[in-house]
DNA sequence: GAAACCTTTCTGTAGCGTCT
DNA sequence: AGACGCTACAGAAAGGTTTC
């Protein structure tokens, strides 16, 4: 089976001459997972990606993409005829950083949603810890960022969409450091899984038909 | 006051038709 | 055939209302 590197929109091709993705994938071959894998991440950084590569990179299934496209206006894949998701390598910057708010640091969808809004929209940089407002549980923030504010002149002690806008304060070191390393471990389970898949389909071609 | 019930919101999930 | 998209639906949690 061969499958290009690379495949970008716009050059040429049989099956769409308006958007060649120039992206051969032999569906004739029983596909080998491992080897589709390894094509995939052989491809140039600025190469487009489907929707189910990008679920497999980023380890998120379709159907979550797709919701995100939904509440998160930033997100704009481009639609071909079909409407064919493809994403473009800030597209998927974009997701993995929502990815990472979302699943690591605990925001809400609602908080990745302020920072997008009060943001360049690329929620690019280094970003605060999430107030009791962003976050999905009701964890103790005893040293959220909020603390050092003045509520007192705040009818509610609610910290609202619609309150001033948010204004970063020093951020707690201790947990940048925690989170920070266990961002250091998922990414070395997700190492380890990786490694584990290779086996696994390795193990299945030595199988028997 | 608190227990029970109802409604709304959030975050996905399932099913099915379409497209490559 | 399998990847993909769309829409309706699920279920858990939070908030609101009613009843005792």
């Known amino acids: 089976m061969t499958r290009p590197g690379d495949w970008t929109p716009g050059a040429g091709s ?26 995939r991440l052989k491809k140039s ?16 299934p379709q159907h979550v993409l797709r919701f995100w496209e939904t509440r998160f206006p930033q997100v704009k894949p481009l639609k071909r005829g079909g409407g064919r998701r493809y994403y473009r390598p800030d597209d998927i910057g974009l997701l993995r950083r929502i990815s990472d708010l979302l699943y690591i640091q605990g925001y809400t969808i609602k908080g990745v949603q302020r920072l997008l809004r009060e943001g360049d929209g690329t929620l ?13 549980d009701d964890h103790e923030l005893t040293a959220h960022p909020h603390e050092s504010v003045d509520l007192a002149t705040q009818e509610d002690d609610t910290i609202s969409d619609a309150a001033e806008p948010w204004i970063p304060l020093a951020p707690p070191l201790a947990v940048y450091a925690e989170v920070d390393a266990l961002k250091a ?3 070395r389970l997700q190492e380890v899984l990786d ?6 389909v390795d193990l299945r071609r030595s199988l028997p038909s």
Do not use: K, M, N
Request: net charge negative.
């Open 14 to 39: 049989e099956a769409d001459p308006a958007l060649d993705l120039d992206f051969d994938r032999d569906d004739g071959d029983a596909r080998d997972v491992g080897q589709d894998r390894a094509a």
């Open 45 to 60: 950084p600025s190469a487009f990606r489907t929707i189910s590569e990008v679920a497999d990179d980023l380890h998120i």
């Open 124 to 136: 690019s940089g280094e970003l605060p810890p999430p107030d009791v407002a962003d976050r999905g």
């Open 185 to 187: 471990e998922i990414r």
């Open 195 to 200: 490694l584990v898949l290779g086996g696994l």
